[in-house]
């Protein structure tokens, strides 16, 4: 029998929900719930309802995970626990610093509703926590290096935004690649925000705005931009549209470690290049949903994340058939 | 309380397991167990005894996990279920084509004593099996690439020395640039054996032997050598000795994969880059050892692969802190 997903919230990282969900034949995708006017929401799959999200509790027997794809800011930390008391669900929340108390509240109500749930699923967090996992417990002796880049930073576009005189804005984040280059050595250095990554930024101004103010905003602006190499190009809103409307994204985790005390030196890189962010997300999502309902099915209650689930749990085929053609 | 930890074996890779239970601070070395007179073996770690496999169990008690470091050909096709009948075991049996009869026959041990085993833990098997898996499920529409190397194949070495008039050999395996490049461009070519890999013979021929008919021999190898393009360099002893001596390996997996109907493309990639090839090796296995001691005291029991481990299993820490921390 088919999973059946229902999608909550209809933004870019739903859409690529809905995209993935096609491409696992052991899914179908039930009904996407919106806060907005149903009516108002034209979806990419034929004949699968839109509904609000007033009436979602309605649809328990009609939905084994639910998928939420909201933002971290403000929707998920209410949604999450709230659809968790009724739902098996999944969602990618990437506030890093607000993980263990998002956990806590997820769990709570997953328990409480006999359900399961999967928080912060996506590549980071998510793939790039797993391979910074896999990383230190292979060779405890070692250092972590998180790139990110080249790729579009959503918090930083929007932070240019802000800026009075300022149309419209894209900002992509750089991995300097000196610094790629002596962790790949093995040099194990001290990196400063500086010497891990530039800032790249593509401006549309307002008619008759002071571009020089503008750009001095930007370079100077705490925590976003002032600690970085910050590059600002402007250009019209007809080359932004054409060359910047992507979401590409990407990054490494490198492990160096060290075994044998010390004599042997060990690099483990993992890498992704996306040409879409949501999509990829997206697709972490729909496999973690997967698992959420194998955990479900063996009576399991309770919050997970990547680090719970045995890989396994992630594949539609049985454990027979991953030994034979992958292991 | 430490996880007590038996070594079965005592070359390259069970001093690898050796030297890596010196980097795990929650496990101790309790016991190295051999097939050779137990007095004729030293060890690297004062005061461990060093018994006989014979006694092996009489050591029931006394031992939480038995890392088996034997060979793929015979050793671990009998030790492996013959132990596992009495210990947590956990071995790197590395014979892809015979990994499902392996796991059968280490399964039923198991669950008749009652113990838990975790096999073809390592690179390949092991995180590159990893990588394989995590790459389809979140990709299911795409292409999983693997390239071995550069790295020194036993294997392949070693069939080089059994040809007449060879005193010694060492074989590199070398993935080539060009078609890493095609498969990193998102191009899914299709590749022969060829276009994957070539490899690079040093060989050390005895005094007055024919090195065109060694050369010759070398090249036309079937399944060994026959479908490469192979390189061979006469050198001395000394020179194999002074420039060859190490056991380093590594490799590639890399998915590209499409969503949103082939919209978008991705690019997952993990390399190992490693210094020692055992060392490495053994370290997976230690890490392994800890998820099956944890298996077995929530009274699990059964074969396991990588697949069936929840990556937290791996680590010393617990969930909090992990999530804290790396996710």
Known sequence: MSIRIGIVGYGNLARGAEAAIKDNADMTLEAVFTRRDPSSVRINTAGVPVLHTDDIKNYRDKIDVLIICGGSATDLPVQTPEFAKYFNVVDSFDNHSMIPTHFENVDKASKNGGFVSVISAGWDPGMFSLNRLYGSVILPVGETYTFWGKGVSQGHS???RRIDGVKNAKQYTIPVERALERVRNGENPVLTTREKHTRECFVVAEEGADKARIEKEIKEMPAYFADYDTTVNFI???????DHSGIPHGGFVIRTGRTNGGKSTHVVEYSLK??????????????????AYRFHKEGQIGCKTLFDIPPAYLSPLDGATLRKNLL
């Open 158 to 160: 929007d932070a240019i």
């Open 236 to 242: 019209t809103e007809e080359e932004l549209e054409r």
């Open 274 to 291: 996306l040409d879409s962010n949501p999509e990829f997300t997206a697709s972490v999502l729909v496999a973690c949903a997967r698992a």
